[in-house]
Nanobody, 124 residues
Framework: VQLQASGGGLVQAGGSLKLSCAAS????????VGWFRQAPGMERSFVGA???????TYADSVKGRFTISRDTARNTVYLQMNSLRPEDTAVYYC???????????????????WGLGTQVTVSS
């Protein structure tokens, strides 16, 4: 499966963006999909994920502000980001894998399929 993340851009603090992770090549409606981000000079870190059964997990730093959803008809997973902060500035990546389960959903090494990132910049 090929993944394409899109929807990034420049937004002021307090604003919102909605990222998309579109899959091509096969249906990934029953796959776990994770979102990760990498800020300048930092390691890539977990943002959130939707597991195979639709359950969602979020990093503490984004809980209550970010929401992941899945549109099976469009073969796309979304990351709705509200109340954005300058510290949310990063390149955002989506990843997917049919074998990821709840216990390893936050681990990058669990995902075999990655898309190219999309840049999110939040100005203060």
């Amino acid at each position: 499966v090929q993944l394409q993340a899109s929807g990034g851009g420049l937004v002021q603090a307090g604003g919102s963006l909605k990222l998309s992770c579109a899959a091509s090549g096969r249906t990934f409606s029953r796959w776990a999909v994770g979102w990760f981000r990498q800020a300048p000079g930092m390691e890539r870190s977990f943002v959130g994920a939707i597991n195979r059964s639709g359950g969602r997990t979020y990093a503490d730093s984004v809980k209550g502000r970010f929401t992941i959803s899945r549109d099976t008809a469009r073969n796309t997973v979304y990351l709705q980001m509200n109340s954005l902060r300058p510290e949310d500035t990063a390149v955002y990546y989506c990843a997917a894998d049919p074998s990821v389960i709840l216990s390893n959903v936050a681990f990058q090494s669990a995902y075999a399929n990655w898309g190219l990132g999309t840049q999110v910049t939040v100005s203060s």
